[in-house]
């Protein structure tokens, strides 16, 4: 009998440090004892059902990202391949390495998560997977403090007088075959977007839904040098 396909997690490491104030990438810099990569990558190796799990460095990194790595995941296997200069890029050169295990079916579902963002738990990537399977993809959003003004000539909001913010966040998940051809249409038209959720709304075929999935507002992403002391004390 055929074995049930798999899922994949691909892990973005393809940004800088120029906002957190280093000179090296971010996602290499200390996180209690561990690069801030290792910390999404071993969480990534963790989820049932997923294999395999891909790596994105930026070019001439291998190397670096490779050492940093090998320490922390030992013998378990970790696919590093090369980014391009924008995040659609890297994520268009994940697709491809993914592309002929999706071709032969043994790839379902694609998880793609910022490596920046050490925090996010095995239940989320289970919950986003198991969502895009269902649906097509997945997002997991998070109730943000505040409100936004309504705009007076709309209808009132039920319970209140303004429209509530919400922060989204990675891993986000879809089914595999359609995103592929959501990045191939998205390259075909030139489209350069800011997640992955944004090509996939945009180009998917038919009959594909993201859905939101409630996430821990905990899951912050490395993005200043203060995160890394928040990202400590709740890791503590």
Do not use: C
């Amino acid at each position: 009998m055929r074995p049930a396909p798999t899922a994949a997690v691909v892990v973005l490491a393809a940004g800088s440090g120029s906002r957190v104030g280093a000179e090296v990438n971010k996602i290499l810099l200390p996180l209690r004892g561990r690069p801030v990569l290792a910390w999404s990558v071993l969480t990534a190796l963790e989820v049932p059902g997923v294999d395999p799990v891909v790596v994105v460095h930026r070019p001439g990194e291998r190397a670096d990202v490779g050492a940093a790595l090998l320490p922390v995941i030992g013998e378990r296997d970790v696919l590093l391949v090369e980014g391009g200069a924008t995040r659609q890029e890297s994520e268009q050169a994940a697709l491809a390495a993914l592309a002929p295990r999706v071709a032969d079916g043994s790839l379902d579902v694609v998880a793609i998560h910022d490596g920046a963002r050490p925090l996010a738990t095995v239940a989320l990537f289970e919950a986003t997977i198991a969502t895009a399977r269902e649906h097509g993809g997945a997002v997991p959003t998070h109730e943000l403090a505040g409100l936004l003004p309504r705009d007076p000539t709309a209808a009132p909001a039920p319970g209140g007088t303004g429209t509530r913010l919400v922060g989204v966040a990675t891993p986000q998940a879809f089914r595999a075959a359609p995103l592929l051809a959501a990045y191939a249409a998205a390259a075909d038209a030139g489209f350069d977007g800011t997640d992955t959720a944004a090509a996939f709304a945009a180009f998917a075929p038919a009959g594909q839904e993201v859905w939101a999935v409630p996430a821990d507002p905990g899951n912050l992403k490395v993005t200043f040098a203060e995160d890394l002391r928040v990202a400590e004390r709740l890791l503590a």
